[in-house]
């Protein structure tokens, strides 16, 4: 089990430098070393090449008879989220389906109004969120293995257990778990 003990309170994410480095050293069984970041170390990626060099055959596969490709939509964007999710220990078969929520939660709608984006933001937000709350919550009953998601169900903070809130909030590097604000105008980003 990982343990991390000195977190400013239980209802927030670590506040200061020291102590997100204290969440981020923490390991299972020994509380020191790289945690996570071990787990997205050269080496890791490294084991996961073969996989990986399938999956760009298989995006390269999609668009080689055209003579054509549309190369951030068909092969930058997909790629790195099968590394994501590989390493995080999700199913790749629902690559496709992440890419999309992430488009649109991060682009919106082309020509969409600021109202339309919001509200397929929110959407696609919400059904990404449940998505991962259903996988979270299958992941606890499952044997862990050697991945991001293995090794956060299995972290302890203040020597309990991470709610799945809180484990769904990790990936998105949220500080706080609670009510999801799209992206959007007033929020750092310029309208679409």
């Given at each position: ?20 480095r204290?969440?981020?050293s ?81 682009h919106?709608?082309?020509?969409g ?34 991945d ?45």
């Amino acid at each position: 089990m990982t343990r991390v003990t000195a977190l400013p309170s239980r209802n927030t994410w670590p506040s200061s430098p020291t102590d997100g480095r204290r969440c981020r050293s923490a390991t299972p069984g020994s509380g020191t070393a790289s945690g996570c970041c071990r787990l997205f170390a050269p080496q890791r990626v490294a084991a996961l090449e073969e996989r990986l060099t399938a999956w760009a055959n298989a995006l390269i596969d999609d668009f080689i008879e055209t003579g054509h490709v549309d190369f951030i939509r068909q092969f930058a964007l997909p790629f790195p989220g099968a590394t994501v999710l590989e390493i995080m220990g999700w199913p790749l078969e629902d690559l496709r389906q992440m890419n999309d929520w992430t488009a649109v939660v991060l682009h919106g709608v082309p020509g969409g109004s600021v109202e339309e984006n919001l509200e397929v933001r929110t959407e696609a937000h919400v059904e990404m969120s449940e998505y991962m709350l259903a996988l979270i919550q299958e992941r606890r009953s499952a044997t862990r293995g050697d991945d991001v998601t293995s090794v956060i169900l299995d972290a302890e903070l203040n020597g309990r257990c991470l709610t799945d809130a809180a484990v769904r909030a990790l990936p998105a590097g949220r500080r706080e778990p609670g009510p999801e604000v799209p992206p959007g105008p007033g929020r750092g980003e310029i309208p679409p």
